[in-house]
């Protein structure tokens, strides 16, 4: 895999997290990418349960891309 078709392939896997076309605006993709912080930020949930690992793992994996 060349780089152009990796980094073509991570833009690909970035608009599927964020559920969003790849024709997608500038401001649609911040404003769904605020949308998702917001709703999976850990510091809602409380320290130690489940909901708080689940939101943990979401937010890094929006962060990461």
Same mark, same amino acid.
Request: hydrophobic share 35%.
């Given at each position: 895999? /060349?780089? !152009?078709? #990796?980094?073509? /392939?991570?833009?690909?896997?970035? #608009?599927? +997290?964020? =559920?969003? $076309?790849?024709? =997608? /605006?500038?401001?649609? +993709?911040?404003?769904? #990418?605020?949308?998702? %912080?917001?709703?999976?930020? $850990?510091?809602?949930?409380? %320290?130690? @349960? /489940?909901?708080? !690992?689940?939101? @943990? ?9």
């Amino acid at each position: 895999m /060349s780089i !152009a078709e #990796y980094q073509l /392939s991570e833009l690909k896997h970035a #608009y599927q +997290i964020l =559920a969003l $076309p790849l024709t =997608a /605006s500038v401001p649609g +993709i911040k404003q769904t #990418y605020r949308k998702l %912080n917001k709703r999976w930020h $850990p510091d809602l949930y409380v %320290n130690g @349960t /489940s909901d708080h !690992a689940e939101a @943990t793992r979401l937010k890094k994996m929006v962060d990461d891309k």
